[in-house]
Nanobody
Framework: QVQLVESGGGLVQAGGSLTLSCSAS?????????MGWFRQAPGKQRELVAT???????IYADSVKGRFTISRDNAKNTVHLQMNSLKPEDTAVYYC????????WGQGTQVTVSS
């Protein structure tokens, strides 16, 4: 079992920045285990934001490319999401995930961007 705990959400004005962090415990995550972030806005499906599928590779949703940066510290079992130039449409609950055979999810952290 893996427990994922997110932190760093909050309220920010458009154009501002936030950094989300996710700490994993209960199991050792290997470089080959994908970790990343999804988000879900009210009335919408959960969508991929950014992920480190393995090693040092990264994948971003088109909507956040150039604004968000994902980073991972394998030694500390953590993954971070630096979000810059935030827009009101980035408002959502952000969920951390990790794949260890099964997909594990954090509880989510709210990000609200005011216009």
């Amino acid at each position: 079992q893996v427990q994922l705990v997110e932190s760093g959400g909050g309220l920010v004005q458009a154009g501002g920045s936030l950094t989300l962090s996710c700490s994993a415990s209960g199991s050792i995550l290997l470089r080959s285990n994908a970790m990343g972030w999804f988000r879900q806005a009210p009335g919408k499906q959960r969508e991929l934001v950014a992920t480190v599928p393995s090693g040092n590779s990264t994948i971003y949703a088109d909507s956040v490319k150039g604004r968000f940066t994902i980073s991972r510290d394998n030694a500390k079992n953590t993954v971070h999401l630096q979000m810059n130039s935030l827009k009101p449409e980035d408002t959502a609950v952000y969920y951390c995930y990790a794949d260890l055979g099964s997909r594990f999810w954090g509880q989510g952290t709210q990000v609200t961007v005011s216009s």
